[in-house]
Nanobody, 114 residues
Framework: QAQLVESGGGLVQPGGSLRLSCIAS????????VGWYRQAPGAQRELVAH???????EYADSVKGRFTITRDNAQKTVYLQMNNLKPEDTGVYYC????????WGQGIQVTVSS
């Protein structure tokens, strides 16, 4: 069965950094566009970043210059390095993998607060 497992979330102060990891199983990982969505309380879920199987990368305007998405096909892992975090980055972050169908992780909490 397809599964995405996120890790690396938590509580950080504004200006701090976190690195999210997502390990995939049960899929042909290298064929998938993989990425991250997030959902803040009371807000709609939004795309944060994704990277295609050909290494084309897209970011939400709100995170450009601060976040970096990378993938490691050998380890079936996608990362999201988040720097200079802001309170508005707070939310539940979901790992995704897309190839004909979308696979979702369970979500992981990121809280940016002093």
């Amino acid at each position: 069965q397809a599964q995405l497992v996120e890790s690396g979330g938590g509580l950080v102060q504004p200006g701090g950094s976190l690195r999210l990891s997502c390990i995939a199983s049960g899929i042909t990982f290298d064929l998938y566009t993989v990425g991250w969505y997030r959902q803040a309380p009371g807000a709609q879920r939004e795309l944060v970043a994704h990277v295609t199987r050909t290494d084309v990368v897209e970011y939400a305007d709100s995170v450009k210059g601060r976040f970096t998405i990378t993938r490691d096909n050998a380890q079936k892992t996608v990362y999201l390095q988040m720097n200079n975090l802001k309170p508005e980055d707070t939310g539940v972050y979901y790992c995704t993998a897309d190839f004909n169908r979308m696979v979702w992780g369970q979500g992981i909490q990121v809280t940016v607060s002093s």
